[in-house]
């Protein structure tokens, strides 16, 4: 088996919470302890009214910018939408796709979905595409069906050239917002089975580079066991990265693993 090397990855979404100026705030308190990590990657995804201010307020650190979501168009008559090109001139590299409350709420359809995820990584974007099981569908026995739809169906046209910039969030909806954490155990499972779909889709060499995600209630207090997972790199983290401390402790916990894939 080849070495991992994966880089990890911590994302905090903001989610519909915080001004622009609450926003900036948050943010200087995080790159205070994180701004000059080097050996994980992280990112902040504030709301689209908070883009530019927390953009702002990471200028000369290493944290990265993200969005929680975007249109496929380039352009046009689209009332209430955002395109990939919008968000670059914002120093946005990352963008949220077919979040669950995208999916729930507002009836994104992982057709609809995948056409953001071409057109994120053709705008020169890092797509964050989510996917996982209601508590019902897990409990039917459906969970790796439901996600191997997700996959097959959020990835059609992507190209194992683009490997290293697609990164894979494993959300089950019954985790997020609900303190419900998957174990490592369980979390693992379901990304061992990304991994091997996601190496059917790009070729195995291509596959072993994405990065996958696991979102669901993670904590200061559970986010080493779970990224001690060989499949979980890096989290995507609601709730407690709304709070510098939970968020910092959990980029922390990360960095304490990192020297075992070599950063
Ligand atoms: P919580 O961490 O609040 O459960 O949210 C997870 C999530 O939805 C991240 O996208």
Request: proline residues 0%; charged residues 10%.
């Given at each position: 088996m080849s070495k991992n090397v994966r880089k990890f990855l911590i994302a905090g979404n903001w989610k519909m919470h915080k001004t622009a100026a609450e926003a900036l705030d948050l943010v200087e308190q995080i790159i205070l302890d994180v701004g000059k990590t080097t050996d994980v990657n992280v990112v902040v995804c504030p709301p689209f009214t908070c883009l530019e201010s927390v953009g702002r307020g990471l200028e000369g650190s290493t944290v990265k910018l993200g969005a929680q979501n975007m249109h496929h168009e380039k352009f046009g008559a689209y009332t209430g939408e955002v395109s990939a090109d919008m968000l670059r001139t914002l120093f946005v590299s990352y963008v949220i796709l077919g979040h669950s409350e995208r999916r729930q709420y507002?009836?994104?359809t992982d057709e609809f979905i995948n056409k953001k995820v071409l057109a994120a990584l053709d705008g020169n974007l890092s797509p964050i595409l989510c996917v996982g099981e209601t508590l019902a569908e897990r409990e039917s026995g459906k969970t790796l069906e439901v996600v191997k739809r997700q996959i097959d169906r959020g990835l059609v046209?992507?190209?194992?050239?683009q490997a290293e910039k697609l990164v894979i969030a494993y959300e089950p909806v019954w985790a997020i917002g609900t303190g419900k954490t998957a174990t490592p155990a369980m979390a693992q499972e379901a990304q061992g089975a990304i991994r091997l779909l996601l190496n059917g889709h790009l070729g195995s060499a291509a596959g072993a580079k994405v990065r996958i995600l696991y979102g669901g209630s993670m904590k200061a207090d559970n986010a080493e066991a779970l990224l001690a997972q060989p499949d979980i790199d890096g989290g995507l983290v609601g709730g407690a990265s709304l709070e510098p401390r939970s968020f910092v402790k959990i980029v922390q916990a990360a960095q304490k693993q990192a020297p075992k894939r070599g950063h």
């Open positions: 507002f009836a994104e046209g992507v190209t194992g050239a």
